[in-house]
């Protein structure tokens, strides 16, 4: 059984960082895609950044130059390193691997922008 663990979201001024991580444990073979995503109040979900095994990488136009995405493969853990963080980033932030050729899920983390 495959499960992802989000952690590291809570409350931040406008302005401030944050940083989260998502680590993968169980009966992993192979991790091909790490990724984040983010859901905001009465908002469809939507993808944040993802990183493939091959270090290729994608960032939303929205975040591009405020947040880093990067893995630890060793420890099967993504990070998102958020920084100058607006009130918009308000949102349940999301790790999805895709491994051993499924996709899996963590159960978000919730951040919020606010003064």
């Known amino acids: 059984q495959v499960q992802l663990v989000e952690s590291g979201g809570g409350l931040v001024q406008p302005g401030g960082s944050l940083r989260l991580s998502c680590a993968a444990s169980?009966?992993?073979?192979?991790?091909?895609?790490m990724g984040w995503y983010r859901q905001a109040p009465g908002k469809q979900r939507e993808l944040v950044a993802r990183?493939?095994?091959?270090?290729?990488?994608i960032y939303a136009d929205s975040v591009k130059g405020r947040f880093t995405i990067s893995r630890d493969n060793p420890k099967n853990t993504v990070y998102l390193q958020m920084n100058s963080l607006k009130p918009e980033d308000t949102a349940v932030y999301y790790c999805?691997?895709?491994?051993?050729?499924?996709?899996?899920w963590g159960k978000g983390t919730l951040v919020t922008v606010s003064s």
């Open positions: 999805k691997m895709r491994l051993n050729y499924n996709d899996y």
């Open positions: 169980g009966s992993i073979f192979n991790i091909y895609e």
């Open positions: 990183i493939t095994s091959g270090v290729s990488i």
